[in-house]
C-alpha cells in the first residue's frame, strides 16, 4: 500500500476528463457535443442518487470548459453550506464580478451547486432570478437527488441529465481496479458485500474499501472485514433504536432517533439507509419478514423525499416497525 | 342527570381505588360527605364522577346574592357558559334583575 | 374629557372590586398573609380573567410593593438572575418606602419562556424561588406543558377560570352608570357572552361601541363580529385527541389559531403519549406521514393540496375514538438543533468537515455523514496513514485528536 501520499480514494480515481468515465454513455455523448460548441450549452440539471457521478462529470466539465486554471473559473456551492439563498446570491455576485471577461479562451465562468433539492421553493425562485442575472457571464450546474424537488421555472431553463444507479457489476469492476492499483488483497465476497452495503453509491463503496484497507493493513479483505468496517461506521444506536422499534418501545425508539439526528448530525436519509443495513444483519428476522420490512422502507424512503418533516417520516417507519413487535408475540427481539 | 350540591354531597360506594382518585383530584371525604377542597380539578372531577356514575353529573351553584342554591340548567346563559356545570360563585336569575348588582358585591364578605 | 382607556380607568384597586373567581381570590390572599407553604404561587388561566389585576390589588390592600417582570420579555436564565436576583434579596428592602410590607416578585406569563432560547429559562425561576426571601408570584396562560413541570412541583397552583356572564354584565352596568351611559340589559349581556369570560375584552367592546353613542341599545351590538376566539394550541390538541370522529376533529383543526406546520409537528410530538397500543399507534403515525407528505407537496402556492393535510391530521388523531385520556401535551414542538455535547466540539466537527468538504467535494454535512465515520476508523487504527491523510486535508491537531478517540 502507498504510503507516501495517502489521500482519499474517492479523489485519487476520481474521473477527470469525460473519456475516462466509464459507464453513463448517453450522459457523456450529449455533454460531449456541448462542449464542441460551448456557447450553446444551457444551464445544466443533474439529478440522481448520492454516488452516481454528478460531481464528477461536473467538474470534468469544467476541467475541460474552462483548462489549466480551471479552479478560478469554477465556484462551488453546496445548499447546506451556505446560510440561505442571500449567501449564494452573495458569492455567486462577487464570483462572476471577478471572472468576467478574464480571458478570452473562457466562454463563460460556472456555478457548481449542489443539493439545490434541499432549498426552500422561495429560495428556489430567488435563484432563479439569480441564474437570469448573471447568464451571460456564468452557466449553472445545478446538483439534486430529486429533480421533482426542483421548481418548474428552474427546470425549464436547463437541459436535464438523469443519473442512474450504477450496475453492480461496475461497481465490483471498479473496487477491482482500485484494489489492483493499491496493491490490496480483496476477496471477491468482500466485494460483493461492499456493493451490498453501497447501494450503488460509488462513493461509499470506495470509502469501505479504503478504511477496509487500513483495517486488515496487508492483509486479505474478506466478507468479515467488511461487516466489522460497516458496523464500526454505523453507531450502535442504529441497531439499538432498531430493536426498540421492533420491541414494540416506540417513545425510546423515537429519542434514540433524535440523538442519532442531533449528535451525529445524520440526515433521515442517512439515517434510513443505516437502518435498511442493519436489517441485513438482524438474524432473528425470517426472510419473509425481512421482505415486508424492505418494503416500508421503500415507501418511507420515497416519503422521505417528497415529505416536509424528516422527524415525522421517520418515526412513522419506527412507528410500523412496532406493528412487528406485535405480530411476532413475545418472541425476543434481540 | 345527577345534581351534587356544592356543599357537599353524597356517592355510592364505588371502592378504594376510586375513592383514592377522587382524595387526590381534590375531594374530602367527612362523615360520610363529600367536600370539595380544590377546585383547580373540577371539571376532571365533573368528568370523571359522570364516566364512573354513568350519568351527567352536575354540581349547583351558590348565589352570592341571596345564598340560595340554583342549576346552571336554569340559567340563560347556559348554552354560552364556559364554566357551565361546575361549582363556582355566580349569580342567580332573580339577583341578576338588580341594578345596583355591583355594589352589592362589593358589599359581599368574602 | 379624559381620554382613558376604561380597563385603566375601571381597574380595580382592591381584592374586593375583582371580579369572578372568589375562591381562587380568597385562596391567593390567604396565601399571601398567612404562613405559608410554598414560598411561591402560581397563578393560571386564560387571558384577561383578573390574574395580574389581583395581584396588584392584594399588594394595595397589604401594602406591599410590586416588582413585576414579563416572563416572555426576559427569556434567559442570565437576564431573569440579573433582574430578579437583586429584588429578592433582603437589601433591596431599603430602596423602598418603610410603609410597604416589602416587595412582591411578580414573574407574568411565565409560560411565555419555551424554546432552546430559553434554555435554562425555567431553571433560572426555580433556582430563584429557592433562595428568596420574598413572596413570589408567577402567572401564565397555559400550564399543561412540559417546560413548566419544575414550577408545578414548587409552587401553590390556583386556577383561574373565565368570569361567569352574570357578574361581567354587573361589572359592565356600573361602568355604564359611571359613565352616564343608559345600556340596555341585553346589550350588556351580549358584550358579555361574546368576551367569553374575558373581562379585559368585555370592558374593551363596551368601550368601542360605547365611543360614538348615548345609549347602547341591543341593536347596536347585535351583529359584534365574533371575537376570534379560535381555539389556542392546548384547546387544539385537546379536542383533536379527544374527538369521536375525524369530521369532529376536523372541526377543531378549522377553528384553531394555530398554524398547521406547528400543529404537524405538535401531534406528531403527542401522538405516542396518547395511542399506547402499537397497532393504532403505527395506523395513526401513517395517516400523520401522510398528511406531512402533502404537506412537503404544497410547492408553488397549491394550497388545495392543505385539505389533504387536515383531512390526514384529522385521521391520525381519531384512530381510537372513545379512548381519551387527558395526558400532558408536549408543547411547544421539539425542536432538535444539531447540538453537539458542546460548542467547541460542535466547532470543531464543523472545521473537519469544511476541510474534507473542500477536498473531496462534497457539503459539510455529507462529509459528516459520508467521510467522517470512515475517517475515524483509519485514525484510530492506523496513525501513518492517518498522518497523511490528516495533512491532506490540512487539520490540525485538535482536529486529529477528535478523530482518533472513540466515541
Not at chain 1, 185 to 199: D, Q
Not at chain 1, 293 to 310: C, K, M, T
Not at chain 3, 197 to 218: M, W
Not at chain 3, 361 to 370: G, L
Amino acid at each position: 500500500m502507498n504510503q507516501n501520499d495517502a489521500v482519499m480514494w474517492t479523489e485519487k480515481y476520481r474521473p477527470k476528463t469525460l473519456d475516462e468515465i466509464v459507464n453513463l454513455k448517453d450522459v457523456v455523448e450529449s455533454l460531449k457535443a456541448f462542449l464542441r460548441k460551448p456557447a450553446t450549452m444551457p444551464h445544466l440539471l443533474f439529478a440522481g442518487r448520492p454516488g452516481t457521478g454528478k460531481t464528477t462529470i461536473a467538474l470534468c466539465i469544467a476541467k475541460q470548459l474552462l483548462g489549466v486554471s480551471w479552479r478560478s473559473f469554477a465556484l462551488e456551492l453546496n445548499a447546506s453550506d451556505e446560510r440561505g439563498i442571500k449567501m449564494v446570491r452573495e458569492r455567486v455576485k462577487t464570483f462572476s464580478r471577478y471572472s468576467r471577461g478574464s480571458l478570452a479562451s473562457i466562454p463563460y465562468a460556472l456555478v457548481i451547486l449542489d443539493e439545490c433539492d434541499q432549498m426552500t421553493s422561495s429560495a428556489q425562485t430567488a435563484l432563479r432570478r439569480i441564474m437570469e442575472t448573471s447568464s451571460h457571464t456564468c452557466r449553472f450546474i445545478l446538483i439534486c437527488n430529486y429533480s421533482s424537488k426542483i421548481i418548474e421555472p428552474i427546470q425549464s431553463r436547463c437541459a436535464i441529465f438523469r443519473f442512474s444507479t450504477l450496475k453492480q457489476e461496475d461497481v465490483v469492476k471498479h473496487l477491482k481496479y482500485v484494489a489492483e492499483m493499491e496493491h490490496i488483497n480483496l476477496h471477491s465476497n468482500a466485494a460483493k458485500t461492499i456493493v451490498e452495503f453501497s447501494e450503488g453509491d460509488l462513493r461509499r463503496a470506495i470509502n469501505i474499501l479504503q478504511t477496509s484497507a487500513v483495517y486488515e493493513d496487508g492483509k486479505m479483505i474478506n466478507e468479515q472485514t467488511i461487516l466489522r468496517v460497516v458496523g464500526q461506521a454505523s453507531p450502535k444506536q442504529i441497531q439499538l433504536m432498531l430493536n426498540k422499534a421492533l420491541s414494540g418501545k416506540l417513545i425510546d425508539a423515537r429519542n434514540m432517533l433524535y440523538e442519532l439526528m442531533t449528535t451525529y448530525g445524520f440526515s433521515g436519509v442517512d439515517i434510513i439507509r443505516q437502518m435498511h443495513r442493519e436489517l441485513f444483519r438482524l438474524q432473528h428476522l425470517s426472510q419473509k419478514e425481512k421482505a415486508e420490512l424492505i418494503g416500508v422502507f421503500g415507501e418511507y424512503d420515497f416519503r422521505l423525499s417528497e415529505g416536509a418533516n424528516e422527524d415525522i417520516q421517520l418515526s412513522a417507519l419506527l412507528a410500523q416497525l412496532t406493528r412487528f413487535s406485535e405480530s411476532r408475540g413475545n418472541s425476543a427481539n434481540g | 342527570m345527577r345534581t351534587l350540591k356544592k356543599q357537599g354531597f353524597k356517592l355510592p360506594y364505588l371502592g378504594k381505588e376510586i375513592f383514592i382518585k377522587l382524595t387526590r383530584m381534590g375531594l374530602d371525604y367527612e362523615q360520610g360527605i363529600f367536600l370539595i377542597r380544590d377546585l383547580n380539578n373540577i371539571e376532571n372531577i365533573r368528568d370523571f364522577l359522570s364516566e364512573i356514575l354513568n350519568e351527567k353529573t352536575v354540581f349547583t351553584q351558590i348565589c352570592l346574592i341571596c345564598r340560595k342554591d340554583f342549576l346552571c340548567t336554569e340559567c340563560k346563559h347556559y348554552s354560552e357558559c364556559p364554566t357551565k356545570d361546575l361549582p363556582l360563585p355566580c349569580i342567580c336569575e332573580k339577583c341578576s334583575q338588580k341594578n345596583n348588582l355591583y355594589e352589592q358585591y362589593l358589599k359581599l364578605d368574602k | 374629557m379624559d381620554n382613558l382607556m376604561w380597563v385603566e380607568k375601571y381597574r380595580p384597586k382592591t381584592v374586593a372590586e375583582v371580579i369572578g373567581n372568589e375562591d381562587a381570590k380568597a385562596s391567593f390572599t390567604n396565601w399571601l398573609i398567612k404562613k405559608r407553604r410554598e414560598k411561591a404561587v402560581l397563578l393560571y388561566g386564560p387571558a384577561g380573567i383578573g390574574k395580574s389585576t389581583l395581584v396588584y390589588a392584594a399588594a394595595h390592600d397589604f401594602k406591599y410593593n410590586v416588582v413585576e417582570m414579563n416572563a416572555s420579555d426576559i427569556r434567559t436564565r442570565k437576564a431573569i438572575m440579573k433582574m430578579a436576583a437583586p429584588a429578592v434579596s433582603l437589601s433591596s428592602l431599603d430602596e423602598f418606602s418603610f410603609e410597604t410590607k416589602g416587595n412582591l416578585l411578580l414573574l407574568d406569563e411565565v409560560d411565555g419562556i419555551f424554546g432552546q432560547q430559553d434554555r435554562g429559562g425555567v431553571g433560572a425561576i426555580v433556582k430563584i424561588i429557592q433562595n428568596s426571601r420574598i413572596p413570589i408570584i408567577l402567572t401564565a396562560n397555559n400550564i399543561e406543558i412540559q417546560k413548566l413541570r419544575p414550577l408545578k412541583k414548587i409552587c401553590h397552583l390556583i386556577r383561574f377560570r373565565r368570569v361567569r356572564i352574570p357578574l361581567i354584565v354587573a361589572f359592565l352596568r356600573r361602568i355604564c352608570q359611571a359613565e352616564n351611559i343608559p345600556a340596555e340589559k341585553e346589550a350588556l349581556e351580549i358584550l358579555a357572552q361574546n368576551s367569553l369570560g374575558d373581562v379585559r375584552s368585555a370592558i374593551n367592546d363596551l368601550q368601542t361601541f360605547c365611543e360614538s353613542r348615548k345609549i347602547l341599545r341591543k341593536d347596536d351590538v347585535q351583529f359584534i363580529p365574533l371575537r376570534n376566539r379560535g381555539f389556542n394550541i392546548y384547546d387544539t390538541l385537546k379536542g383533536m385527541f379527544s374527538a369521536n370522529s375525524s369530521v369532529e376533529a376536523m372541526k377543531i383543526l378549522n377553528n384553531s389559531l394555530i398554524d398547521y406546520d406547528t400543529l404537524l409537528l405538535s401531534i406528531h410530538d403527542n401522538l405516542p403519549l396518547h395511542y399506547k397500543n402499537p397497532e393504532k399507534l403505527a395506523i395513526a403515525y401513517e395517516a400523520l406521514s401522510k398528511a406531512d407528505v402533502f404537506r412537503g407537496r404544497i410547492q408553488n402556492e397549491e394550497w388545495r393540496l392543505l385539505k389533504y393535510v387536515f383531512e390526514f391530521l384529522s385521521q391520525s388523531t381519531t384512530i381510537a375514538p372513545g379512548e381519551f385520556q387527558p395526558f400532558n401535551f408536549i408543547f411547544p414542538p421539539t425542536k432538535r438543533y444539531l447540538l453537539m455535547r458542546t460548542s467547541a466540539e460542535r466547532t470543531l466537527l464543523k472545521t473537519i468537515c469544511t476541510r474534507i468538504g473542500a477536498k473531496c467535494h462534497v457539503s459539510q454535512k455529507t462529509a459528516n455523514s459520508e467521510y467522517l465515520p470512515f475517517l475515524k476508523i483509519i485514525f484510530r487504527k492506523k496513525s501513518d496513514q492517518a498522518s497523511q491523510l490528516a495533512k491532506w486535508l490540512r487539520l490540525d491537531n485538535s482536529s486529529i485528536n477528535y478523530l482518533k478517540k472513540t466515541n
